[in-house]
């Protein structure tokens, strides 16, 4: 499974005194169960290129091919794509709903019309794969649950759809460092036992330097730098030239090399 992505181009607005080109000739591949981090400053593109990845915003302008999925076609089987490649939006404990905890989780594969037996199985493999006791959720409602706790449940109704692909916004916004620290350790661990590609976003370039294996540096739109983890955040002048904080740990490498 992989992403090929050829000179995409995204204008928001166009042709009108508002038009600004968010995505500029962006080109990219993403293989099987790679920990992919998008970083770039507010407004490089970030949200908008990882939204066409499940169609979420339409193709305008190049070839995304997701999967063997082309999203160039004018019928595309979004039903396939999306449980192909899932989506957890910033803070996603606000999209709770449910009742209790298992029929949040279930949503999906009950939109997927799954037998009752494979949504059950799903539900608890995917609350389990969070890091959450099945058995002491389950019927709790989500709304009495911490924020780290609900957040893992709001995965875990995308887990339970089964992607390949996790793409996750900002997952840790909002948690003190213990629930930041846990969580990223979940996603190792999703990545580790279910060979799921997960692709992050994130502005906290402490956490995605100790976990993400490449980075895909944004800046304008354009595709700025594509590499390690250690290539890129040890680059502080190409971090501060587009408008990003420079780790701490690189700081304190330089420091020590002065």
């Known amino acids: 499974m992989s992403i ?25 591949t ?8 998008i970083i770039g400053h507010t ?22 091919i997701v999967d063997g999925i082309d999203l160039g076609q004018k019928k595309i089987d979004f039903k396939k794509l999306r449980s192909t490649v899932g989506m957890v939006f910033q803070y996603p404990e606000y999209q709770l709903f449910a009742d209790t905890v298992y029929d949040d989780v ?19 493999e995917a609350i389990k794969l969070v890091g959450l006791d099945f058995d002491y959720v389950n019927q ?20 339970a759809t089964n992607p390949s692909v996790l793409i996750l916004d900002e997952p840790a916004a909002g948690l003190d ?23 992050l976003i994130s502005h906290s370039m402490e956490d995605l330097a100790q976990n993400a ?11 700025y730098k594509d590499n390690n983890a250690k290539d890129v955040f040890t680059d502080g002048a190409l971090l501060e030239k587009c408008g990003l904080q420079v780790p701490e740990i690189t700081q304190l490498l330089k420091f020590l090399n002065d």
């Not at 090929?4 to 990219?28: G, M, Q, R, T």
């Not at 949503?107 to 608890?124: A, H, Q, T, W, Y």
């Not at 930041?180 to 590609?197: A, D, M, S, V």
């Open 106 to 124: 279930a949503f999906g594969p009950k939109n997927l019309k799954l037998s009752k037996e494979e949504i059950d199985i799903r539900v608890k």
């Open 43 to 64: 407004g490089s593109g970030k949200s908008t290129f990882v939204q066409h990845l499940n169609g979420l915003v339409k193709l305008q302008k190049g070839s995304i």
């Open 30 to 37: 993403v293989e099987e169960g790679d920990f992919l981090a």
């Open 140 to 159: 709790k409602s989500p709304f009495e649950l911490s924020g780290g706790q609900k957040r893992r449940v709001a995965i875990a109704g995308v887990i």
């Open 177 to 199: 460092p213990a629930g930041r620290e846990k969580l990223l350790l979940e996603l190792h661990r999703i990545r580790k036992e279910n060979g799921t590609t997960i692709i």
């Open 213 to 223: 294996e490449r980075i895909i540096l944004l800046n304008k739109g354009e595709k």
């Open 4 to 28: 090929v992505i050829k000179d995409l181009n995204f204008v928001y607005s166009p042709k009108s005194p508002f038009e600004k080109h968010a995505l500029v000739d962006v080109n990219l």
